[in-house]
């Protein structure tokens, strides 16, 4: 006989995807049921994700783009959410479990209008504009952050701070020690998101290109980088004899991280979260231009607990950066002390908190509570 699953509702892209797996594997080991609705992005994606089951639903956002962009996107969630009624009576779900953006609107919503008991994780220190309208309606809220803007006074009697899931791979890095100097070399990872950042293959070898010959033979620089833009950087480094790594995109993230002495990157909620987990400095650029600036704010979290450098855009120029380098060269000691202030204020188990947390939603806070006293 079917067991009733727990349905999970995430978007096709990694900010969503990332914890919603985590959250997955950790109730999977609890012995829950667990499905995963989507959006088309991420069905290539979805073939690997722990799920018995992935659905594609219908989703746009509807606040960029023309009138008749805004509308067609209305349109399309309308009709993902008709979709997921239909899906919520099938399935009879325990629970339905959103982590933002637009394609999880029409699950939680159809879980909403059935009565099916809901949670919705924000990963932002600012909630999103999807969850900001699924707020008022779910049963509760999880925040990745200790405190977020962008939610109304009255809902926060209902939000738990859980923190950002993270994933089995993030889990076993943190257990790597911050790399020692034994070499002389500094090595920084270079990362803007899943999709790279041109600003940072800009930046980056600018900057390097100002220091002096010995100094930057002293570097070790693996950089992820739009696929246009790998061998532009590639021979910059080339020509300026420093030893680097450049891809599109690198499957072990984590373990580059681990083993890097300082990560320069954006600063989005899953980043954010992995730096603090395994414990390593950076220096944080922020998406500019985002409505709610929640990059911004989730860097000044990092900021204001002495574990990464805070720099706008317009003030990530290569002479700042190249000062940057040229300190963590000068002074191990300051970088050694950021990664202990990061790894301080990560929460490894932070998919388990968001497992209890849906479990007691779901009616079944005996078993979240003596799964959890299992694995303390």
């Not at 479990?97 to 008991?117: C, D, N, T």
């Amino acid at each position: 006989m079917r067991r009733p699953p727990i349905l999970l509702a995430a978007g096709g892209t990694g900010g969503h995807l990332f914890p919603a797996e985590a959250l997955a594997r950790a109730l999977a080991g609890r012995g829950q049921a667990v499905e995963l609705a989507t959006d088309r992005r991420a069905l290539d994606y979805g073939t690997a994700f722990p799920a018995e089951a992935v659905h594609a639903l219908q989703a746009a956002t509807p606040f960029s783009g023309s009138v008749a962009a805004k509308a067609a996107a209305l349109a399309k969630l309308g009709l993902g959410t008709l979709a997921a009624r239909s899906l919520i009576r099938r399935l009879a779900p325990l629970c339905v479990v959103g982590f933002g953006g637009y394609p999880s609107v029409p699950p939680v919503l159809a879980a909403v209008l059935a009565r099916v008991p809901t949670v919705i994780h924000e990963q932002n220190a600012v909630m999103g504009r999807a969850n900001r309208f699924l707020a008022p309606r779910v049963t509760a809220i999880a925040t990745g952050f200790p405190k977020i803007g962008g939610i109304a006074d009255r809902l926060r009697a209902k939000a738990t701070h859980t923190g950002n899931p993270v994933r089995p791979a993030v889990i076993e890095a943190a257990g790597v020690s911050y790399p020692g100097f034994d070499d002389g070399r500094l090595r920084v990872l270079v990362t803007g998101g899943s999709q790279g950042a041109r600003i940072m293959s800009d930046i980056v070898p600018a900057a390097v290109a100002t220091m002096a010959p010995l100094v930057r033979q002293r570097l070790a620089i693996v950089q992820q980088a739009r696929p246009e833009d790998v061998e532009r950087v590639r021979g910059a480094y080339t020509s300026l004899g420093v030893a680097a790594e450049v891809a599109p995109f690198f499957k072990d993230l984590p373990t580059r991280v681990a083993a890097a002495h300082l990560v320069v990157a954006r600063a989005g909620a899953s980043t954010v979260a992995e730096l603090a987990v395994i414990g390593r400095p950076a220096i944080l650029v922020p998406l500019p231009g985002s409505l709610d600036q929640d990059q911004a704010a989730n860097a000044a979290w990092l900021g204001e607990r002495q574990a990464a450098l805070v720099l706008a855009q317009r003030d990530f120029t290569p002479q700042a950066l190249a000062a940057e380098l040229v300190g963590g060269l000068a002074d191990a000691s300051r970088l050694r002390q950021a990664a202990a202030a990061a790894r301080s204020v990560g929460i490894a188990d932070a998919a388990e908190r968001l497992a209890d947390r849906v479990l007691a939603v779901a009616g079944l806070p005996d078993h979240a509570e003596r799964s959890h006293e299992a694995a303390a």
